[in-house]
């Protein structure tokens, strides 16, 4: 596969074109930003371990039969996946109470669901990424009702697996947040990433938080939360 110009650059991982059309290379960098960009750092290792933790959670939802964007990984830091159109919608699932949800509704953090909650985000820098519900997307023409029905069936599904894969290493899965993309054809796959930087992983026993909230709440051991996420769930 050949790697040619770049086509985006985000704040986590640049997109590049390849000599296949349908074919694009994600390249995980080490940059952290938090509070939409306006808080800024590295965290050295990132790229790494959520290149590697994402292509490995993949490649297990696509064969327990998620459709994902997922094709090949190509080194450490680069993937080939199947070139998307994103669904301009954050997708979060949420297993306890935590972060935003505790913030708006005054609770606090840790309280376990009967079930898990889903929302979704209008991804929009400039706006903030407001929190959208299905009715407004629908309006907005971000996506129709069938694809809505069909990410919340799949972002359930991926639930299901990663909690029960997470609980395996001694990790609570609080929430996460997901993107989904639409291939040419129009069917609809799981984009974006896995990672510490878009789940809140709690160890089972101690209740250490070993996810991006390190960095975004200056707890220290940023990087160490990242490798002891890839120990447990990669053995590396
Ligand atoms: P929240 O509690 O801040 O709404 O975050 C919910 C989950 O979504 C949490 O696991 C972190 C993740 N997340 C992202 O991946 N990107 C974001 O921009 C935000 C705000 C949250």
Redesign the pocket.
Known sequence: MVKKEQLYEGKAKKVFATDDPQVVIVDYKDDATAF?GEKKGTITGKGVINNQMTNHLMRKLEASGIPTHYVEELSERETAVKKVSIVPL?V?I?NLS??????RYGVEEGIAFEQPTIEF?YKDDALG?PLINDYHAVALKLATWEEIELIKKYAFAVNDFLKKTLLECGITL????LEFGKLSDGTIVLADEISP????FWDVKTGEKL??DRFRRDLGNVEGAYQEMSRRLLGK
């Open positions: 939409n954050e979060i949420r935590a972060g935003s949800f505790s913030k985000s990424d609080v929430d996460f947040k930087d878009t789940c809140r996810d991006k």
